[in-house]
C-alpha cells in the first residue's frame, strides 16, 4: 500500500470540517423551525438574543449560542457594529417562508430521519432485508410533504402538466385524476387547488399519511373534490382515470412494473400516466455532484431499503435514470415513453398505452 500523500489528507480534511458543519447546522434549523425562531425573525428586523428572548419566550442563553452557530454558519446575518442578527430576505425565503420557491427547511428534516433511523438501515445491511417507509421515524415523512412541495408549488400546474400532451385542458374542464403514493397530500391538493372542476384521488399504503392528508385537504378547502384512501400501488380502484400520477415514489416500489401494470389497467383509453422522479443521468459517472450525492444518499438509507421490503424488491433507487425508468413502463405494456419536460431536480415522463 502507497504511503498517504499528506497535501491531500489536508484537503480531505479540510472538506470533512466543513462537511461536519453543515450536519451540526442542520440540526440547528431543524430546531429554529421546530421552536419558530425562523418565523419569529421572517420580518428582517436586527435583534440581540435578549430582544428575540423577549419575542418568543425562549431562555436568552439558548438564543446566544443558536444565533452565533446560524451566524457562523452564515444562515443568519451577524452585524458586529450593533450586535444584532437578521435574516436577510434571501435567507428568510429559504427558512421562514413555506411557500416560497426556494423552502428548505424540511430537507433537513429528511436529514435528521436517516441520522435517527440509521441503526435501522444497518440492520438492513446485515441481513439484507427492507426497512419500510412506514418504518422510519416521523420526521420523514413530514419533511418529505415540506421538502418536495417547495417543487411541486414551483412546477406542477404551471410546467409539469401543461407539458404533458393535451393535458392540461382536461382537468380544467373537468377530469379524473389520481395520485399514487400521494404522502401528505401537498401534490393532490396543489391540483385540486389549480383544476376545481375535477375530482381527485390519493392513494398511499400509509394510513397516517393518508389520515394527514384528509385534514389538510380540509384547511385547504378542497375536501368536496378530494378523496384520499388507504391502498397501494397494485392495489387502488381501477376507474378510468384521465390523468394518473405518481410523484418521487415509483422507485420506492418493491414491484414498479406490476404497478405500471395496474395503472394501465386504469386509465382511460387515451389516459396518461407521469412519472415525476429524482434527476438523474443514465451513467454513474455523470451523477456525480452535489444533487447526485444528496440522492444518492437518501436512496441508501430510504428509497432502496423500502424497495427491498417489499415483493419483488427491484429497487430502482432514487437514481434510476431514465432507461431503467423506460423499461419499467415498456414491461408494464405501454407503448410511449418519453421526457415532457425536467427541472435540476426532477425528470417528468409522459407515459400512453
Known sequence: MHQPDMQKVDALVGRLIGDVGAAVSGALVVLGDDVGLFKAMADGKPVTST???EKTG????????WL??????DYLHYDERKDRFSLTPEQAMVFSDEDSPAFFAGAFQVVQALWADEPKVAEAFRTGKGLGWHEHSNCLFRGTERFFRTGYNNNLVADWIPALNGMEARPKAGAKVADIGCGHGASTILMAQ???ASKFYGFDYHMPSIERARAAAKEAGVDDRVTFQQASASSFPADSYDLIAMFDCLHDMGDPVGAGKHVRESLSADGTWMI???FAHDCLKDNLNPVGRVYYGASTMICTPASMSQEVGLALGAQAGESKLRKVALDAGFKHF???TETPF????EVRA
Open 346 to 349: 426532477n425528470m417528468v415522463f
Open 68 to 73: 452565533s452557530a446560524l451566524a457562523a454558519a
Open 276 to 278: 415525476v422522479e429524482p
Open 194 to 196: 389549480a383544476y376545481p
Open 58 to 65: 425562549i431562555r436568552e442563553r439558548y438564543l446566544r449560542e
Open 51 to 53: 430582544e428575540l428572548s
Open 338 to 340: 418519453h421526457r415532457a
